[in-house]
């Protein structure tokens, strides 16, 4: 069994050299990481990375969005900021070969890569959006700055079943001058006694009526995008739009399932945050992401059947809920003797299939109204729980965001949940965008969980 | 959880604290609505719940759900969207309490005529709910007539507006949202001349928060307004009495979704007018945001609220229950800037 070992940047960038050496061919977007901290993304240097040539052709797409976003500006397309819904209105927006959409919402790892060099919590300060507010504020300060995004042609947001974070700052980019098209997002209800609801991606139910509005919502959406940016969006262009991203998200839960059942960890925790990440908007070009995934996910399988990987057989089978704002700490879990097995971002419901079996803007609303933030934090406790026992979890990590309105009571739910059917260990630990200060004790509590872990295992 | 419940009267509370839902349709079922406004700020997050969270949890859901779910009178409680804090407050609820809860979605954009109707039909879940409680839908003309009391109160609540003190006519606006009942004025009251008018914005006002009308006063203000959202800013518009006979639900709807400004509404620029044109017509010379920790949708409108009147600003954050020294010497340094 060959035991893989996660590499540095200057080991990126010497392994890249000599794969180039070998032939190897970079895609246009590709080059040594290193030459995204000379851009600003000083983080990276605090990373450590999967030694393969497609994990560094992951983090070059990763970190080339900007560059994307002005070519298809410069190509004539336009730039919709999708925010909120995480998954859902790009699935539309892509549909249309003039459109391109992205997530303002990403500028919440934005301190975390550029290790905070960007100032942008800084400048949140300064707009009264501090530290009691998500990550996620870096968003305010990024349109104010201007620096890490065109400004978008047209804004889109979701509201109604979301966080008060996300909505209290996007009204804030509204008042500083850029328009919002504000979608409403009902809560997913409880069904009533007599009421049969329909069975959405993920297991979760909603109610017809429920599913209706938000049909009418997406059909608002087109018609407003069309008189904002001139870009018609027809029924057919989204049952390709589907159909596309159909294939992203087969491709990422294979991928997951493939590393989530494997003897030996095939890829690390880090490298696979970033992957699922892709899901949500397809980090701005949905054909390459394919491209980018499936190499993963090949590099993956033939690890798998060769038998290598991170760890060994031995290390611990972690659940992680929530995604970390320093990317650091996802590191720190196989430092720890941790391995992911199982995981729950923020957005389970971009990972799942769209159906295709239904008219489309009704398979939207469907997919919309699955977020798992949406609905009842039982909802979202339930399907961990049933990932937890697919996946053979032995220990769950709940990551809380600092300042989001959501995490501390849904943890409440989602541990208590857990605990009455599992007997593994859950701990809760908290994250903020740039974690030094807290390294030592977050080190501290992901190694006491994979010991109490490991001493179960053996009682079992 | 609940002890059995002592009278036939009291075991009909329905307990809420939005001022999204109409105690109109409540009352017309035959049930007590009743708006919480007294709260006890326990700090564990629930009086029967093993859990004790602190950071990141709006003390005023804390103190709602708390109160609310161990009042043995409460025969159910009604939460809104309006917040996620609330929405969670709901999860917790049905994790840890048997009184029914009902939580309903509160559009938070309302440019359109589907969010209109989906408040609607919020409102009619609603009242399949308190029929499940045991009450009885009332028909249209039992509506129409309970819509009409309610109007009518209101309006006789509205009238002693400046002519009683701004505490006296804040805790007659908590009476009612609590009790349904309106209580005469008392002499009239005329402000001190050198009294300098400040007006009131942000979270509820509960329990001892009405001391800062006091402590505003010490430091020679009153207060002119009180857009807090236990203040007359949330009192639904009066309602359309031509069209009541007909249409009593959709005049219901009507009145209590889109009638006042809120700060969670998207976009939310009707309230930043609304404020303007108080200011204006009260002539305050200072305006005192109050919201409670962890609040994000107050917290986050702060400086916007900074920017775009023309008087001072002071921000209040409370944590609980007492007005600490450090708020009253913020105060009394603001009073003494207006002067
Ligand atoms: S991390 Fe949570 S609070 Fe922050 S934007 Fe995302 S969902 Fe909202
Ligand atoms: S004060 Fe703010 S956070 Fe608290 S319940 Fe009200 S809207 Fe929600």
Not at chain 1, 217 to 232: C, F, K
Not at chain 2, 312 to 327: A, Y
């Amino acid at each position: 069994m060959d035991r893989l070992q996660q590499i540095t940047l200057e080991e990126c960038d010497a392994a890249y050299g000599q794969w180039l050496s070998y032939g190897g061919q970079a895609p246009r977007y590709g080059g040594r990481l290193s030459r995204h901290v000379k851009d600003g993304n000083k983080g990276i240097e605090r990373l450590k990375f999967d030694n393969s040539a497609v994990a560094m052709n992951l983090w070059n797409f990763l970190l080339t969005e900007e560059e994307r976003l002005r070519e298809a500006r410069s190509a004539g397309k336009k730039l919709i900021g999708t925010m909120k819904d995480l998954g859902t209105l790009p699935v539309m927006v892509y549909a249309h070969p003039g459109l391109v959409a992205f997530y303002p919402d990403g500028a919440w790892w934005i301190p975390c890569l550029m290790d905070e060099n960007d100032r942008l919590l800084e400048v949140a300060d300064q707009l009264g959006v501090d530290g009691t507010f998500c990550p996620v504020r870096a968003m305010l300060a990024a349109f104010v700055t201007g620096d890490h995004f065109p400004a978008p042609d047209m804004l889109i947001c979701s509201v109604g079943a979301t966080c008060d974070d996300f909505s209290a700052i996007a009204q804030r980019v509204e008042g500083l001058g850029n328009p919002i098209l504000w979608w409403e997002l009902p809560h997913r209800r409880a069904l009533g006694h007599d009421e049969t609801g329909i069975e959405l991606p993920g297991g979760a139910c909603a109610a017809k009526d429920q599913i209706d509005f938000v049909k009418d919502e997406m059909t608002r959406i087109i018609r407003v995008m069309a008189d904002t940016v001139g870009a018609s969006v027809t029924d057919d262009m989204i049952v390709h739009g589907i159909s596309e991203a159909n294939k992203v998200r087969a491709c990422l839960a294979e991928l997951r399932l493939t590393i989530f059942t494997a003897d030996i960890a095939p890829l690390p925790a880090l490298e696979l945050l970033v992957a699922e990440m892709m899901a949500i908007h397809f980090c701005s070009d949905r054909d390459e992401v394919l491209v980018v995934l499936s190499g993963l996910l090949e590099l993956v399988q033939q690890r798998v059947a060769a038998g290598v990987g991170y760890l060994g057989p031995d290390s611990v089978r972690v659940f992680w809920i929530n995604p970390v704002a320093d990317l650091r700490v996802m590191n720190m879990l196989e430092e720890c003797g941790g391995r992911i097995c199982g995981t729950e971002y923020l957005f389970t419901h971009a990972l799942d299939q769209i159906p295709t079996h239904i008219p489309p803007r009704e398979a939207l609303a469907r997919m919309a109204l699955a977020d798992p933030m949406a609905g009842a934090a039982q909802d979202r406790a339930r399907r961990i729980c049933a990932d937890i026992k697919r996946f053979g979890s032995e220990a769950v990590i709940i990551s809380r965001i600092p300042g989001a309105s959501h995490c501390a009571l849904e943890g409440v739910v989602i541990k208590e949940t857990i605990r009455s059917i599992f007997d593994i260990p859950v701990v809760e630990i908290e994250v903020p965008p740039v974690s030094d200060t807290f390294q030592a004790s977050l080190r501290t509590r992901l190694s006491a969980l994979i010991e109490i872990a490991k001493g179960q295992r053996k009682r079992k | 959880m609940t002890s059995a419940p002592s009278t036939e009267r009291s075991r009909k509370k329905v307990i809420y604290s939005s001022p999204y839902i109409p105690a109109e349709w409540i009352a017309a079922h035959g049930l007590e609505p009743n708006r919480m406004a007294c709260l006890s700020y326990d700090r564990s997050l629930f009086v029967s719940a093993p859990v004790n969270v602190e950071a990141g949890v709006c003390p005023y859901m804390r103190g709602f759900i708390n109160q609310a779910s161990s009042d043995t009178r409460v025969q159910a409680i009604i939460l809104t969207t309006t917040c996620d804090q609330m929405r969670r407050g709901a999860d917790l609820i049905s994790l840890y309490s048997h009184i029914p809860c009902f939580l309903m979605h509160v559009p938070a954009s309302w440019e359109t005529s589907g969010v209109n109707r989906l408040f609607l039909r919020e409102l009619e879940r609603l009242g399949e709910f308190l029929v499940s409680l045991g009450g009885v839908k009332p028909q249209p003309d039992e509506l129409a007539a309970t819509m009409r009391t309610y109007d009518e109160k209101r309006k006789k609540l509205m009238a002693q507006q400046g002519m009683v003190s701004g505490k006296d006519f804040a805790q007659k606006l908590a009476c009612f949202a609590e009790t349904g009942n309106v209580t005469d004025g008392r002499e009239q009251y005329v402000p001190g001349e050198k009294c300098i008018p400040v007006g009131f914005i942000g979270s509820p006002l509960t329990g001892n928060h009405f001391d800062l009308f006091d402590v505003f006063s010490e430091y020679g203000a009153s207060v002119a307004f009180n857009a807090t959202e236990t203040g007359e800013r949330v009192l639904p518009a009066r309602f359309d009495l031509r069209r009541l006979k007909d249409e009593p639900m959709h005049v219901l709807a009507e009145s209590y979704f889109s009638s006042f400004p809120d700060i969670g509404e998207r976009p939310n620029n009707r309230i930043f007018m609304w404020m303007k044109d108080r200011v204006r017509d009260h002539h305050v010379r200072g305006v005192v945001l109050i919201r409670y920790m962890w609040c994000d949708k107050w917290h986050a409108e702060a400086q916007r609220f900074r920017e775009s009147l023309s008087v001072p600003l002071l921000d209040i954050e409370i944590d609980g229950e007492q007005i600490g020294e450090r708020t009253r010497n913020r105060i009394q340094a603001f009073m003494e800037g207006l002067r």
